[in-house]
């Protein structure tokens, strides 16, 4: 089989997956990115998540991940959904409705990678569903699939932004896709609708100690008084940024039965969820990305929402 043929392999697989967009890159080191991510690392923007500034050469280079890679193979996949928790009921990122992601995805990403193997003999790689040190965004960008909003995002023109991102890297030289242009233009509604003003005034800058989604995931110490009257009823991740983005009015139901949200956990109102114990939590939410943050981060969130 021929280059050409190879990527046409490849997109097809992705799409018979059920993965909503595929991308190409050529396996480089992210030199410009590289700098980005220094300079963001030494403005401390990623606040107790020191894990980001680990590995960084392995982040921007994808050949210290895979040795020998030639092709990063960058995916979408669709999450959004029209339902919608209790009106009262602390929120919850509409990501984390249904089963963990990382589950999902990782057996869709071996299954990949098998069939390349059959398809096309011995290739060697790696696949990644936010678990590694891949700049995933970098590298969706990089092979078409949208382009980095103001809120850091990625953004696609047609689909909008409520897409998990997964990666193969592999050793298959492959055609290349091209990046495409912004198209956030003098549009400020994510800087605007941010409560915590984690988004830089000219944004495509994210202070992320500041985000309601690392504040309610990531920081594992009491949320700081100073956000606790911004939280705007986010009990874990948030969607603001993205629920105000113009381009997501062309979101449209994912159609992955994993992603259903389980009636009990549409059912809860506010008092539920200031009663619930541990084991309803673990009833509730077993198998969802709920689970990181554990009872006790839920608890810890809720308390610092100011009634």
């Known amino acids: ?73 960058s995916l979408m996949y669709n999450y959004h959904t029209e339902v919608t928790q209790k009106k009262d009921a602390p929120k919850v990122a509409s990501y984390a409705y249904g089963r963990d992601y990382h589950k999902v995805l990782k057996k ?12 096309i003999g011995d290739v060697d790689g790696r696949c990644f569903v936010d678990s590694a040190p891949v700049m995933e965004r970098e590298w969706a960008q990089r092979g078409g699939l949208g382009w980095l909003g103001k809120n850091t995002l990625l953004l696609n023109k047609d689909k909008g932004s409520y897409y998990f991102l997964a990666e193969l890297i592999i050793d298959l030289e492959l055609i290349a ?27 495509y800058l994210l202070d992320a100690s500041k985000c309601i989604s690392y504040l309610t995931i990531e920081l594992k110490e009491n949320i700081p008084e100073e956000f606790s009257d911004q939280l705007e009823d986010w009990v874990f991740g948030c969607d603001i940024c993205q629920d105000v983005c113009p381009w997501n009015r062309f979101a449209k139901q994912h159609d992955e039965p994993d992603f259903e949200p389980r009636s009990a956990f549409l059912e809860m109102d506010r008092g539920d969820w200031y009663e619930m114990t541990d084991d309803i939590f673990h009833e509730v939410f077993q198998g969802t990305p709920l689970k990181r943050a554990k009872f006790a981060g839920i608890k810890k969130n809720l308390s610092a929402m100011r009634e």
């Open 1 to 73: 089989m021929n280059l050409e043929n190879h990527t046409s392999l490849v997109k097809q697989i992705a799409a018979d997956l059920g993965f909503a967009g595929v991308g190409i890159s050529n396996a480089e080191r992210l030199d410009e990115a590289a700098l980005r991510l220094e300079k963001w690392l030494n403005q401390n923007h990623h606040g107790k998540m020191g894990w980001m500034a680990n590995h960084f050469e392995k982040r921007v280079d994808p050949t210290k991940l895979v040795p020998g890679a030639k092709s990063v193979v």
């Open 108 to 119: 869709k990403l071996v299954c990949f990678l098998d069939r390349i193997r059959e398809e």
């Open 177 to 203: 896709d091209h990046p495409v242009t912004d198209h956030c233009g003098t549009c400020t509604a994510c800087i605007d609708a941010c409560p915590t003003e984690a988004i830089s005034p000219q944004g």
